[in-house]
């Protein structure tokens, strides 16, 4: 099925600006299909004027559907049958005389022209189902009203109003609650769900005839800081607005829709919805993210601190095999340590691995090398990765760089010498490849890393292998030096 743009840029001479415009009747028609109770269909006119196609479709959240199949990408010739070419050619609004009967339902259809700049840009086509019509209750007149009011702002290029509402997601329905109300600020109607939204602030009589934003305003604490003049204009529907409405634990979001005629006030729609539970979960949420954060913070503080231990135990010893294992120890439970920081300061369980990469290099070159001249950098990107990831991954990194440096910058007289580690990571099909390179002299001919009795080595191999992933250890092929590659698959957690 192609989509609006591709129908547009394919079949049609509308203009970027024209295109843009389209785009706001969609992000607000549902509006009008709900309170109209009806399908609506986006026309546009081809090259040829007397040709239309259908380039979106709606259905309404409050009735039954009046169209049982999606015609989008279908077209229209001018034909008497239907409406769009003579709303297109007159810019008025027009209708069926009789109900037209679609699979078999009898269909009330209206076709409202879409102006924009003083022109015509397309139709849209309500198809309303009229299957088993009875007398309209108070609700339903009310949504019908408001319904031919919007219609009409369409045909006169005041409807979709610009606005700043860029999420459209958590804009309240209309079947959310639903008020009514004169040019004057007054309500005319308030729908059961508007009337118990606020309930939920505070409010013991009626909606009906009450000024909204007195109303409103008597149901709010006083404070002694600066009033919210926006909330007002909102209430009294002489702005497209949303804002939220706070009393003690109750938040009542609300929307205004001004209406108008020939560019006069004519009043407003108010649309309101009960978000307390919701903004209830959202507080939840922030503490049980900041609690996180303090753990991991607590925790890197920790690590820390036995690091420190670690260190200045090493110091204290004189054997150089016990003081290179405490050294190595201490690296480890400082890796982990970077990990927990980085957390500590995300919003998310995932990790901005790059960060925590240099970190390690910057630790390994102050820990493990006791000479000037030696240098550890990092080549490209790990992106993003869990933080269940990240552990072991930073484990993995510092064990193979601490590595490089102890072992890989070692002349063939065993004597040490000035280098470089380089850690060069890339990404590739969900797995993350990293390879470890130093410029010293390579490991001997023989040397089988599986057989040797290296620790980190093992600890390498082991956590690798916790990860699902891949480890190799060998000669440098592009150069002198050794090369360690590690890949595993990338598990991101979701946000």
């Known amino acids: 099925m192609p989509s609006m743009s591709e129908i547009i840029a394919d079949h049609t001479t509308l203009s970027e600006n024209d295109h843009r415009r389209l785009k706001q009747v969609l992000s607000e028609w549902q509006l009008l299909a709900d309170l109209a109770f009806s399908d609506l269909v986006l026309w546009v006119p081809d090259h040829d004027e007397n040709v239309f196609w259908a380039v979106a479709q709606i259905r309404p959240t409050t009735g039954p559907t009046a169209l049982l199949e999606d015609v989008v990408g279908d077209l229209i010739a001018y034909s008497p049958d239907h409406l769009v070419s003579e709303a297109f050619l007159s810019g008025e609004i027009t209708q069926t005389s009789a109900n037209k009967l679609s699979a078999g339902i009898p269909v009330d259809v209206h076709a409202i022209p879409v102006r924009f700049s003083d022109r015509v840009i397309g139709v849209v086509e309500q198809h309303t189902n009229q299957l088993g019509v009875r007398s309209p209750s108070v609700l339903e007149n009310s949504y019908l009203d408001s319904a031919a009011d919007l219609a009409l702002m369409v045909a006169a290029g005041e409807f979709p109003i610009a606005t700043d509402l ?99 006030r004519h009043g407003a729609i108010v649309l309101c919805r009960d978000v307390s539970d919701l903004r209830s979960k959202e507080r939840e949420l922030i503490t049980k993210d900041a609690t996180i954060r303090e753990i991991h913070h607590r925790v890197k503080n920790n690590l820390q601190t036995v690091a420190a231990l670690l260190r200045m135990q090493a110091r204290r010893i004189a054997a150089p095999e016990a003081k290179m294992a405490l050294n190595d120890a201490m690296s480890r439970v400082a890796a982990i340590a970077i990990v927990h920081e980085t957390l500590s300061q995300a919003f998310d369980e995932v990790v901005d691995f790059d960060k925590v990469a240099d970190g390690l290099l910057r630790m390994v070159v102050d820990v493990a090398a006791t000479r000037d001249g030696v240098r550890a950098v990092r080549i490209g990107s790990f992106g993003e990765v869990s933080a269940d990831l990240a552990t072991n991954l930073s484990m993995v990194i510092t064990e193979l760089c601490q590595n490089a440096v102890e072992h890989g910058l070692i002349s063939a007289d065993g004597t040490a010498t000035r280098g470089e580690v380089r850690v060069v990571p890339g990404v590739r099909e969900g797995r993350l490849r990293v390879e470890i390179t130093d410029d010293g002299a390579g490991l001997p001919d023989d040397f089988d890393w599986r057989s040797s009795p290296s620790l980190g080595l093992s600890i390498v191999d082991t956590l690798v292998g916790d990860m699902g992933g891949d480890f190799r250890l060998g000669r440098n092929p592009q150069g002198p030096g050794t090369q360690a590659v590690i890949e595993v698959p990338l598990k991101k957690k979701k946000r």
């Open 166 to 264: 860029s999420d459209q997601t958590i804009n309240p329905r209309v079947g959310d609650g639903f008020i009514r109300l004169d040019p004057d600020g007054n309500v005319e109607y308030a729908s059961p769900n508007a009337l118990s939204a606020y309930r939920r602030i505070g409010l013991i009589g009626d909606l009906v005839d009450e000024n909204l934003v007195s109303l409103t305003r008597d149901l709010m604490p006083h404070t002694d800081g600066p009033i919210d003049h926006s909330l007002d204009s909102l209430l009294e529907g002489r702005v497209a607005r949303r804002a939220e409405a706070v009393a003690g634990d109750a938040h009542l979001l609300l929307r205004s829709v001004p209406l108008t005629r020939g560019r006069e």
